[in-house]
């Protein structure tokens, strides 16, 4: 398929940015300023990217001429290098399609995320536990920063709940695929005969709205105080810290227990509840102009099955692609960096079918 046309559209942006951007009140609007910027950056890559693949695709038929040459060892140096160029060109002819699929508006956002304890008591409870330290070790490799924003801890040392906010660059466009239910198969430290449970854990990732996406109504809200439980000291025995947030027209709840007073406590509700109904809407988006949506990669669908853990035999499998790997103490380390790039690979290859790329 021939690009070339996408490519000039590129380049006359990449134009018009660079002329927005030597304006002198340029940044006089930070966040309209940052988004250009993030495009302009976008733009750059594509454009690097298609000036490789014309490079390559260039030494490729210089190579085939040379290898029919009369120079011998020329002829089978050439040779040599074709296999090598040709798988070049198909990784870059593919990463060009990828580019130039129309952007998510929500790719480079920061994300809120939400663990619940499903099925099966205080293990799920402490697989929740589990999969947020491997969320935090996770951000860790890619330089992002984690927030505790919020949780309910369980008796036996897990989260009921936790709320996670990530920062970083791509964060919601790497971090979504762990959208939906996760189902964990193994033998509980309290279980004395070795039978083997089944537990479930929801986890919802949500790109991190801002107050210009939701306007919060204060005739729409109800905000108590109370007194935080669970483990704090004095501070959190005798004090109304605890912020409940009741969201009237969806009946949306959000409590936040965990920051030190009761002002970071009801900005921290806030943010989640701003965030949930943000979800909501772009939600109801994505269902009007797709039909199907809840059935591809990358939905996001909380109630959908999406991934097994099973202990015993130190797999993991992705039910989405059908991906399996027996790398269980490395994912639970934090290293999901092989399922990612899987599920990318799938919902970018379904999203060039929808485009008509394929």
Same mark, same amino acid.
């Given at each position: ?30 966040? !309209? ?142 971090? !979504? ?13 309290t279980e004395t005969q070795g039978r083997i449970h089944t ?105 959908? !099955? ?38 990318? !690979? ?13």
């Amino acid at each position: 398929m021939d690009y070339s046309t996408l490519i000039s559209q590129r380049r006359r942006r990449l134009g018009e940015i660079d002329d927005m951007m030597a304006d002198p009140s340029f940044f006089n609007e930070p966040k !309209k300023a940052g988004e250009v910027v993030r495009e302009h950056r976008k733009i750059k890559q594509t454009l690097d990217l298609w000036e490789r693949l014309e490079t390559a695709r260039r030494q490729l038929e210089e190579n085939d001429e040379l290898s029919r040459g009369d120079d011998v060892d020329m002829a089978e140096m050439a040779r040599e290098e074709i296999p090598g160029l040709q798988a070049e060109i198909e990784k870059l002819a593919e990463d060009i399609q990828y580019a130039l699929l129309p952007a998510d508006p929500n790719e480079d956002r920061d994300a809120i995320v939400e663990i619940r304890a499903g099925a099966g008591g205080d293990e799920a409870s402490l697989f929740a536990a589990e999969l947020l330290r491997l969320y935090q070790r996770y951000s860790e490799t890619h330089g992002w920063k984690t927030e505790h924003l919020s949780s309910s801890p369980s008796e036996v040392g897990g989260f009921k709940e936790v709320f996670l906010r990530v920062t970083g660059d791509e964060v919601f466009r790497t971090l !979504k695929y762990e959208s939906g239910v996760h189902r964990v198969q193994r033998v509980p430290a309290t279980e004395t005969q070795g039978r083997i449970h089944t537990s479930t854990v929801t986890v919802a990732v949500m790109p991190e709205a801002e107050e210009v996406d939701v306007e919060l109504k204060a005739d729409d809200l109800r905000i108590e105080v109370c007194r935080a439980g669970g483990a704090g000291g004095q501070h959190v025995n005798r004090t109304e810290s605890a912020v409940q947030v009741f969201h009237l027209p969806t009946g949306l709840y959000v409590r936040c227990e965990d920051g030190r007073s009761q002002g970071q406590n009801k900005e921290r509700a806030l943010q989640i509840l701003r965030t949930r109904l943000y979800e909501m809407k772009v939600r109801e988006e994505q269902e009007k102009h797709s039909a199907h949506r809840r059935a591809q990669i990358g939905s996001g669908d909380r109630s959908e !099955k999406i991934r097994t853990y099973n202990f015993p035999q130190s797999r993991v499998t992705d039910h989405r692609i059908g991906h399996t790997s027996h790398n269980l103490a490395g994912i639970m380390a934090g290293d999901l960096s092989e399922f990612t790039a899987e599920l990318q !690979k799938a919902e970018m290859a379904e999203r060039m079918s929808e485009a008509g790329m394929r």
